[in-house]
């Protein structure tokens, strides 16, 4: 089986959810891949949170 993202040969894939698509990785991409994303969504709450700061002073 081939994974998804880096092209890779490999045993087992494993199904990561990537917004709405579910993509078959590898378990290193598939580690990456979570972990970029649950990075993303830190950011996005963090600058939500800061728009509704300001929001609220304006
Ligand atoms: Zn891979």
Do not use: H
């Not at 998804?4 to 959810?17: A, M, N, S, T, Y």
């Not at 990785?25 to 950011?43: P, T």
Request: net charge negative; with cysteine.
């Amino acid at each position: 089986m081939q994974c998804q993202e880096c092209q890779d040969d490999v045993d087992e894939l494993i199904p990561v959810k990537v917004g709405r698509k579910t993509r078959k990785l590898c378990e290193d991409c598939a580690e990456r891949v979570q972990e970029a994303d649950a990075v993303a969504g830190e950011a996005e709450s963090n600058m939500q949170k800061m728009m509704e700061y300001k929001g609220r002073r304006t």
